[in-house]
């Protein structure tokens, strides 16, 4: 394993996707390498990319990646599926387009199936980041798609979170229904070729003032609102040049300081759940079974019964 890992911190890109399967392995062995790399972390800009299914965010994020990769920078993309019941794995889609940016040396593609989780981002996919950070990717982007859990969890894995919104979904003020507007750090309209997308960006950066006015303090960040066009690349390094404006920010603010915090509490809070969960589930049958017994006797309340069981 230290070989593996010293090969993967030196930028040995077979290494770095062993390392990968290693860690999203059920298991021991993920543990090891976790903690192995962990204390090697804490250098990218880890980049949320979230909004609706079909809005522009793996196309926009091929041209993203293309054009980070361009100023001399190891880039990852991890993208969350999640997976149909049809072929119980990622989507293809996304697989394909994607595929384009795999003969980039500098730029890494992880997709991973949200399968297992309960609707949230999996753990899986904060190892990941932890692991392309370890070995030398400046930026990680993750792409979700927003939605309910998905998109309270995205806040938990990155600085900087671009919503990205697009005409024509049938729902013109998408940000705002969804939630989008109060996780957002980086507002991004994609489709702009399509003719209701100046209408779209108009209604978000009313939004995003609506949003500022009621703030009682002044904000110390305005997101802005980008107009993209995801197949001709118009409005990416605008976007570039606002994920690192972003980034300057929070380290400048201390507001760095703050959300790290809050992503570790809540990183810890999920592992420490899932901890219980599994002294549950491997919990002997005979304990388990006399626990039910004096429950359903009345000698023992379930929350006594549960003590009993997780001391
Ligand atoms: N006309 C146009 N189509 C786009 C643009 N961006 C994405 N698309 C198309 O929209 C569809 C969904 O894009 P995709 O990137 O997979 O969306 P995702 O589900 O948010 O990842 C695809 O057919 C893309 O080719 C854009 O800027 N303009
Ligand atoms: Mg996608």
Redo the contacts with the bound molecule.
């Keep these: 394993m230290k070989g593996l890992l010293r090969s993967a911190l030196n930028g040995d890109v077979t290494a770095v996707a062993r390392l990968l399967t290693r860690v999203e392995a059920p298991g021991d062995g993920a543990r090891e390498v976790h903690e192995a790399a962990f204390p090697h972390t804490g250098k990218a800009q880890l980049v949320g990319i979230t909004?609706?299914?079909?809005?522009?965010?793996?196309?926009?994020i091929s041209k993203l990646a293309a054009s980070l990769a361009s100023d001399e920078q190891r880039v990852a993309i991890i993208a969350c599926d999640p997976s149909s019941p049809n072929s119980g794995g990622a989507l293809l889609?996304?697989r394909i387009?994607m595929h384009e940016l795999v003969a980039n040396q500098q730029i890494f593609v992880r997709s991973i199936a949200t399968r297992d989780s309960t609707g949230g981002l999996p753990l899986a996919a904060f190892r990941a980041a932890d692991i392309f950070d370890a070995c030398g990717f400046g930026t990680v982007i993750i792409?979700t798609v927003g939605t309910g859990q998905n998109q309270v969890d995205i806040m938990q894995a990155a600085h900087t979170v671009v919503a990205?919104s697009a005409p024509g979904l049938g729902d013109d003020i998408q940000a705002m229904k969804s939630g989008l507007l109060e996780i957002a750090d980086i507002h991004a309209v994609?489709?702009?070729?399509?003719s209701g997308a100046s209408r779209t960006l108009l209604e978000i950066q009313n939004a995003v003032h609506m949003r500022h006015r009621t703030t009682e303090a002044p904000p110390a960040w305005t997101p802005p609102v980008i107009a993209?066009?995801?197949?001709s690349g118009d409005g990416v390094t605008d976007l570039q040049q606002a994920m690192h404006s972003h980034y300057g920010h929070l380290t400048e603010s201390g507001e760095m300081q703050i959300r790290c915090q809050r992503m570790f509490r809540e990183r810890i809070y999920r592992e420490a759940t899932r901890l219980l969960t599994q002294t549950f589930e491997t919990t002997p049958d005979k304990q388990m079974a006399d626990k039910l017994q004096q429950v359903m006797q009345r000698k023992m309340t379930p929350a006594q019964a549960a003590r009993a069981i997780l001391s």
């Design positions: 909004g609706p299914a079909g809005a522009g965010k793996s196309t926009l889609g996304d387009r792409e990205v994609t489709k702009s070729d399509f993209i066009n995801g197949l």
